[in-house]
């Protein structure tokens, strides 16, 4: 009985897993055709040639993958750590520096995450530009980092919750400072979480379009998705095989950061749910 | 990286300038134009070129050095990707510094919205050079709002059938003098297995191309009336013309619905459909799919279906317009005259096909020529496209509306009920 | 004065969080909130209209099929990429090769929607489920599946269920993997079944993290704009469009920011109102 329950849940979740594969795996399959064989063929087919390495090439100088690439990555990087690092400080302070109405501070912060994210665009467009900040580096940092806020505090700020009050009144009897107490106490304990944020939020920032399109203009300065959303519209020049290489490539990073984070990520989520 | 930019543009301006000293001799240079190898020896120009069109970024690369040899300009590209973040960042703009230099645009209405609101910059006086220099004259037209002409063309196109050649040879057809004569090639087409038209509803602007050319070539100064408000949608001439279009829905003249950028051009070279009506634009598609003007497709324009309709043709002109807040605005608009001269108009015919804009650059497509040629022969009348002749509220529903007719023909008059809905509540505002 | 004094240090950390969100979208909420009393339209300076806007959104009969599609997307996302979440954790939980199998349910979640949209386009078109249809000999079973209402949000929801059900299911075996061990043993020694386990024990223990996965399914499914605007901008003539893609299109297709804003702040207060229950339990219920 046991064993045949066993068998049918396989049979299951291989058959959903193959579905789940499925999509992934053709256009896998077609970015290693060459044009030709694609045309002829269908996305069905079975490639006739291994052209995968002359796409991504063809990807990365005719469609100019390479410099989104960077730039995604530079803001990925450094607009997950800032949001983390603000958040982090600010669930501290929420949680245990006593803040008088310290609930309302925040469902202030947590406010950022209800509203629809297209109503950001106008007000945010205009006020770029009249800070000077439209299509320039600092300001593609300073919102991803600003976005990414909300639901860092949501998390760490539950997390923290489950921190036992004693460990930070011990260190402040030992005269610790508050940032030393920060430091030293809370941040060796918020690590796991914040493996999951950084997956996250990086994620988050590297697959953005809109905002992507709004406030930038310049090549230096735009994210990958632009690009690529660029190399669609121009697919028929540089073909549909260019393109799905062009997808592979902008996924990796994403999807690799999932298997090596994924031990922590479920050692945070763990302890993140349970708060 | 900024300083890298800094030592390839000085090097740039150096080079052309030395191009400019050693190149031309003085008699030349006074025999040109008045400004323009006079200004490239001054000072640099440089602009930045807003477009929604992903081919011009090709073309901005390729014309670079075309204008800093002629002009002394170069153009930095802001690509978009999509119509909506687009346009949104050039309207946007306008009230703000970052106001684009050069902008791509629609005429039409689309036009008229922006020149009413004093945004445009005024280029009738520059318009007098160039039209010496040799732009086409008419082309001043579709780009004027109470009298004064604002940017430049990029690009002419007009609304017309492509049809696959070997289809036609196929089965003994010849291009449609009338009306009846292209009901005569629908059924033998159809008798054949040939689905005669291909349609396409994707995006909601494909709705307006068959009832835009069922009106004009029945009545033109009727549409000319409708896109204005000052005719219903209800009327029985908007009624005869949806009823003729489900007729032939009826008769299966119509494909079922192919995406126009990926499945109509294959559909096309294999024969499975035998014509598709659409802008000329829509030829780079079908060379795409491996085929060669003149030789495997042709192009001719919808016959009349009413004999007192007469000679009509749509057409579509995407201009080139200078923001009246530009930093740099005078710059901006010798950027854009510098864009019209010979060398850079042809290298614009490559990128967007169509029509020349100038009248000593020749169409070197065939299908083009003879389209144009025709045209000029048949004293047509030439009407604008119903997604700029009319304004943006009422094309953009007005289409959508027609999309759900596409699909349920037999809903054509709830159809033009909604949009005559619509429509008086616009007109009723914008009085 | 006071409450600075006390709670200055305090403040010093919240603050840059605080103010970062405050700058970004909190005053854009009010900009939007001041402009949907308008008729601005980014070119001309704008006129106040009161609460036409507002009133717009009841009258025409384009939003109310806006209105029903998001009813469907929230109904649907509650049940399916939250059901099939929940299956699959229990599936995989005590399955031999769990980490491969959760590697490739998560993996779209990775994929941004960009190229899930482009992916799906493919699947969706004639040379994708069509051709195998053709194949093997359903031909009558083709269809313009993106462009024919109802199938294209279907579709669409297909799309969305393969990307989301992947979190979900993480979520859920993070929690079953808390659940303590004793309720389970003593049932088993009562000799009860399997099914009735998990009825009568697991869910219930579950519960807290059923709601904060129905909570996050619910406001998210309220906001569906990407995968919508991606595959079929909410056509045809209107018919897959939900609110967020009715305002999008009123904003940045026609430029009626003083509508798209009304309409935004509408959006807004529906899905503040609908999850009010959610964050009363996960917020301020531990607040």
């Given at each position: 009985?046991?064993?045949?329950?066993?068998?049918?849940?396989?049979?299951?979740?291989?058959?959903?897993?193959?579905?789940?594969i499925?999509?992934?795996?053709?256009?896998?399959?077609?970015?290693?055709?060459?044009?030709?064989?694609?045309?002829?063929?269908t996305?069905?087919?079975?490639?006739?040639?291994?052209?995968?390495?002359?796409?991504?090439?063809?990807?990365l100088?005719?469609?100019?993958?390479?410099?989104?690439?960077?730039?995604?990555?530079?803001?990925?990087?450094?607009?997950?750590?800032?949001?983390?690092?603000?958040?982090?400080?600010?669930?501290?302070?929420?949680?245990f520096?006593?803040l008088?109405?310290?609930?309302?501070?925040?469902?202030?912060?947590?406010?950022?995450?209800?509203?629809?994210?297209?109503?950001y665009?106008?007000?945010?467009?205009?006020?770029?530009?009249?800070?000077?900040?439209?299509?320039?580096?600092?300001?593609?940092?300073?919102?991803?980092t600003?976005?990414?806020?909300?639901?860092?505090v949501?998390?760490?700020r539950?997390?923290?919750?489950?921190?036992?009050?004693e460990?930070?009144?011990?260190?402040?009897?030992?005269?610790?400072?508050?940032?030393?107490?920060?430091?030293k106490?809370?941040?060796?304990?918020?690590?796991?979480?914040?493996?999951?944020?950084?997956?996250?939020?990086?994620?988050?920032?590297?697959?953005?379009?809109?905002?992507?399109?709004?406030?930038?203009?310049?090549?230096?300065?735009?994210?990958?998705?632009?690009?690529?959303?660029?190399?669609?519209g121009i697919?028929f020049?540089?073909?549909?095989?260019?393109l799905?290489?062009?997808?592979?490539?902008?996924?990796?990073?994403?999807?690799?950061?999932?298997?090596?984070?994924?031990k922590?990520?479920?050692?945070g989520?763990?302890?993140?749910?349970?708060? | 990286?900024?300083?890298?930019?800094?030592?390839?543009?000085?090097?740039?301006?150096?080079?052309?300038l030395?191009?400019?000293?050693?190149?031309?001799?003085?008699?030349?240079?006074?025999?040109?134009s008045a400004?323009?190898?006079?200004?490239?020896?001054?000072?640099?120009?440089?602009?930045?070129?807003y477009?929604d069109?992903?081919?011009?970024?090709?073309?901005?690369?390729?014309?670079?050095?075309?204008?800093?040899?002629?002009?002394?300009?170069?153009?930095?590209?802001?690509?978009?990707?999509?119509?909506?973040?687009?346009?949104?960042?050039?309207?946007?703009?306008?009230?703000?510094q970052?106001?684009?230099?050069?902008?791509?645009?629609?005429?039409?209405?689309?036009?008229?919205?922006i020149?009413?609101?004093?945004?445009?910059?005024?280029?009738?006086?520059?318009?007098?050079?160039?039209?010496?220099?040799?732009?086409?004259?008419?082309?001043?037209?579709?780009?004027?709002?109470?009298?004064?002409?604002?940017?430049?063309?990029?690009?002419?196109?007009y609304?017309?059938?492509?049809?696959?050649?070997?289809?036609?040879?196929?089965?003994?057809?010849?291009?449609?003098?009338?009306?009846?004569?292209?009901?005569?090639?629908?059924?033998?087409?159809?008798?054949?297995?040939?689905?005669?038209?291909?349609?396409?509803?994707?995006?909601?602007?494909?709705?307006?191309?068959?009832?835009?050319?069922?009106?004009?070539?029945?009545?033109?100064?009727?549409?000319?009336?409708?896109?204005?408000?000052?005719?219903?949608?209800?009327?029985?001439?908007?009624?005869?013309?949806?009823?003729l279009?489900?007729?032939?829905?009826?008769?299966?003249?119509?494909?079922?619905?192919?995406?126009?950028?990926?499945?109509?051009?294959?559909?096309?070279?294999?024969?499975?459909?035998?014509?598709?009506?659409?802008?000329?634009?829509?030829?780079?598609?079908?060379?795409?799919?491996?085929?060669?003007?003149?030789?495997?497709?042709?192009?001719?324009?919808?016959?009349?279906?009413k004999?007192?309709?007469?000679?009509?043709?749509?057409?579509?002109?995407?201009?080139?317009?200078?923001?009246?807040?530009?930093?740099?605005?005078?710059?901006?608009?010798?950027?854009?005259?510098?864009?019209?001269?010979?060398?850079?108009?042809?290298?614009?015919?490559?990128?967007?096909?169509?029509?020349?804009?100038?009248?000593?650059?020749?169409?070197?497509?065939?299908?083009?020529?003879?389209?144009?040629?025709?045209?000029?022969?048949?004293n047509?009348?030439?009407?604008?496209?119903?997604?700029?002749?009319?304004?943006?509220?009422?094309?953009?529903?007005?289409?959508?509306?027609?999309?759900?007719?596409?699909?349920?023909?037999?809903?054509?008059?709830?159809?033009?009920?909604?949009?005559?809905?619509?429509?008086?509540?616009?007109?009723?505002?914008h009085? | 004065?006071?409450?600075?004094?006390?709670?200055g240090?305090?403040?010093?950390?919240?603050?840059?969080?605080?103010?970062?969100?405050?700058?970004?979208?909190?005053?854009?909420?009010?900009?939007?909130?001041?402009?949907?009393?308008?008729?601005?339209?980014?070119?001309?300076?704008?006129?106040?209209?009161?609460?036409?806007?507002?009133?717009?959104?009841?009258?025409?009969?384009?939003y109310?099929?806006?209105?029903?599609?998001?009813?469907?997307?929230?109904?649907?996302?509650?049940?399916?990429?939250?059901?099939?979440?929940?299956?699959l954790?229990?599936?995989?939980?005590?399955?031999?090769?769990?980490?491969?199998?959760?590697?490739?349910?998560?993996?779209?979640?990775?994929?941004?929607?960009?190229?899930?949209?482009?992916?799906?386009i493919f699947?969706?078109?004639d040379?994708?489920?069509?051709?195998?249809?053709?194949?093997?000999?359903?031909?009558?079973?083709?269809k313009?599946?993106?462009?024919?209402?109802?199938?294209?949000?279907?579709?669409?929801?297909?799309?969305?269920?393969?990307?989301?059900?992947?979190?979900?299911?993480?979520?859920?075996?993070?929690?079953?993997?808390?659940?303590?061990?004793?309720?389970?043993?003593?049932?088993?020694?009562?000799?009860?079944?399997r099914f009735?386990?998990?009825?009568?024990?697991?869910?219930?223990?579950?519960?807290?993290?059923?709601?904060?996965?129905?909570?996050?399914s619910?406001v998210?499914?309220?906001?569906?704009?990407?995968?919508?605007w991606?595959?079929?901008?909410?056509?045809?003539?209107?018919?897959?469009?939900?609110l967020?893609?009715?305002?999008?299109?009123?904003?940045?297709?026609?430029?009626h920011?003083?509508?798209?804003a009304?309409?935004?702040?509408?959006?807004?207060?529906?899905?503040?109102?609908?999850?009010?229950?959610?964050?009363?339990?996960?917020?301020?219920?531990?607040?």
């Open positions: 009985m046991n064993r045949m329950i066993t068998g049918i849940t396989y049979t299951f979740v291989v058959v959903l897993a193959i579905l789940w499925f999509p992934i795996f053709l256009v896998l399959m077609n970015s290693t055709k060459s044009l030709v064989d694609f045309t002829n063929g996305i069905w087919s079975w490639p006739k040639s291994f052209h995968f390495f002359q796409n991504v090439k063809d990807a100088v005719v469609g100019g993958i390479l410099k989104y690439l960077k730039n995604s990555f530079s803001y990925g990087v450094i607009g997950a750590f800032a949001s983390i690092f603000i958040a982090a400080i600010a669930a501290y302070g929420l949680v520096l006593r008088k109405g310290s609930f309302y501070w925040f469902l202030l912060i947590y406010s950022g995450t209800i509203f629809p994210f297209q109503m665009l106008v007000p945010l467009f205009k006020g770029y530009q009249i800070f000077g900040i439209y299509d320039s580096f600092v300001g593609m940092c300073l919102f991803y600003a976005i990414c806020i909300p639901f860092c949501f998390l760490l539950n997390f923290m919750t489950t921190i036992s009050r460990y930070v009144e011990a260190a402040q009897m030992d005269g610790f400072t508050t940032f030393d107490i920060f430091l106490i809370i941040v060796p304990f918020i690590k796991p979480p914040v493996s999951v944020l950084f997956l996250f939020q990086f994620t988050f920032i590297w697959n953005d379009l809109v905002f992507g399109l709004i406030l930038t203009r310049s090549e230096s300065i735009r994210p990958i998705m632009t690009g690529l959303a660029a190399m669609q697919y020049s540089t073909g549909v095989t260019t799905m290489s062009a997808i592979v490539i902008t996924s990796i990073p994403t999807i690799l950061l999932f298997i090596f984070l994924q922590n990520f479920i050692k989520m763990q302890v993140t749910v349970k708060a | 990286m900024k300083k890298q930019l800094w030592s390839a543009t000085s090097l740039i301006v150096l080079l052309s030395a191009a400019v000293g050693c190149g031309s001799n003085q008699a030349n240079e006074s025999a040109e400004d323009s190898n006079g200004a490239s020896a001054t000072k640099a120009i440089k602009a930045k070129f477009f069109f992903p081919g011009l970024s090709k073309y901005v690369t390729d014309v670079n050095p075309i204008l800093q040899q002629t002009d002394n300009v170069t153009l930095e590209s802001v690509p978009f990707t999509d119509t909506t973040s687009y346009q949104t960042a050039v309207r946007v703009g306008f009230t703000t970052e106001a684009p230099d050069l902008f791509k645009w629609w005429n039409g209405f689309k036009l008229k919205e020149a009413d609101s004093g945004n445009l910059a005024d280029m009738t006086e520059q318009w007098k050079e160039m039209v010496t220099d040799g732009v086409v004259p008419s082309l001043a037209d579709p780009l004027t709002v109470n009298g004064k002409v604002y940017g430049i063309p990029a690009a002419a196109h609304w017309t059938v492509f049809y696959n050649k070997k289809v036609f040879a196929d089965n003994g057809l010849q291009v449609p003098k009338t009306w009846d004569d292209l009901m005569m090639i629908c059924d033998t087409l159809k008798a054949k297995g040939v689905t005669p038209f291909g349609t396409s509803i994707k995006d909601s602007w494909q709705g307006f191309i068959w009832f835009e050319d069922l009106l004009v070539h029945s009545n033109p100064d009727f549409y000319d009336k409708l896109v204005l408000g000052q005719a219903k949608y209800t009327d029985p001439e908007v009624v005869d013309v949806m009823k279009w489900k007729s032939m829905y009826d008769k299966g003249y119509f494909s079922k619905p192919l995406v126009m950028d990926k499945e109509v051009a294959p559909a096309f070279a294999k024969g499975q459909i035998g014509m598709y009506l659409v802008g000329t634009w829509f030829e780079s598609f079908l060379t795409g799919a491996g085929m060669k003007p003149d030789a495997d497709f042709g192009s001719f324009v919808l016959p009349a279906i004999p007192e309709a007469g000679n009509v043709v749509i057409s579509e002109i995407t201009p080139i317009l200078v923001s009246q807040n530009a930093k740099n605005r005078d710059d901006a608009i010798k950027a854009a005259v510098a864009l019209t001269k010979k060398d850079a108009s042809a290298k614009m015919l490559e990128t967007f096909g169509g029509l020349p804009t100038r009248t000593d650059v020749v169409a070197s497509d065939p299908v083009i020529k003879s389209l144009s040629d025709t045209i000029a022969q048949g047509f009348k030439v009407l604008t496209r119903y997604w700029e002749a009319t304004p943006s509220e009422l094309s953009e529903y007005g289409s959508s509306e027609f999309i759900r007719f596409m699909l349920k023909p037999e809903a054509y008059m709830e159809v033009l009920n909604n949009i005559q809905a619509k429509a008086d509540k616009y007109w009723a505002d009085k | 004065m006071g409450y600075l004094k006390k709670n240090e305090a403040l010093l950390y919240v603050l840059p969080a605080a103010l970062l969100i405050t700058v970004f979208f909190i005053s854009s909420v009010l900009y939007t909130f001041v402009i949907s009393f308008t008729d601005w339209n980014g070119l001309t300076t704008a006129h106040w209209v009161g609460l036409k806007n507002y009133l717009e959104v009841f009258s025409d009969v384009t109310v099929t806006s209105l029903k599609n998001t009813f469907i997307w929230v109904v649907i996302s509650l049940i399916f990429p939250v059901g099939l979440g929940l299956l954790s229990i599936l995989l939980q005590k399955l031999k090769g769990q980490r491969f199998f959760k590697n490739i349910f998560y993996m779209p979640y990775a994929i941004s929607l960009t190229v899930v949209g482009v992916v799906w699947l969706f078109s040379s994708g489920i069509n051709y195998i249809l053709i194949q093997i000999g359903l031909d009558s079973w083709t313009s599946w993106l462009l024919t209402p109802t199938y294209n949000t279907i579709a669409m929801i297909i799309a969305s269920v393969w990307q989301g059900a992947g979190t979900n299911m993480l979520l859920f075996l993070v929690g079953l993997g808390s659940l303590p061990k004793d309720p389970f043993e003593a049932a088993a020694i009562d000799g009860a079944s009735r386990m998990f009825w009568s024990i697991t869910l219930p223990l579950l519960n807290p993290i059923t709601i904060v996965v129905l909570g996050l619910f998210n499914s309220f906001k569906i704009f990407d995968i919508i991606v595959m079929t901008q909410g056509g045809p003539y209107r018919s897959s469009e939900t967020a893609v009715t305002m999008y299109r009123e904003s940045f297709m026609l430029f920011f003083g509508q798209g009304a309409i935004s702040i509408l959006l807004t207060i529906l899905s503040i109102g609908a999850s009010w229950f959610y964050l009363r339990k996960t917020i301020v219920g531990e607040g």
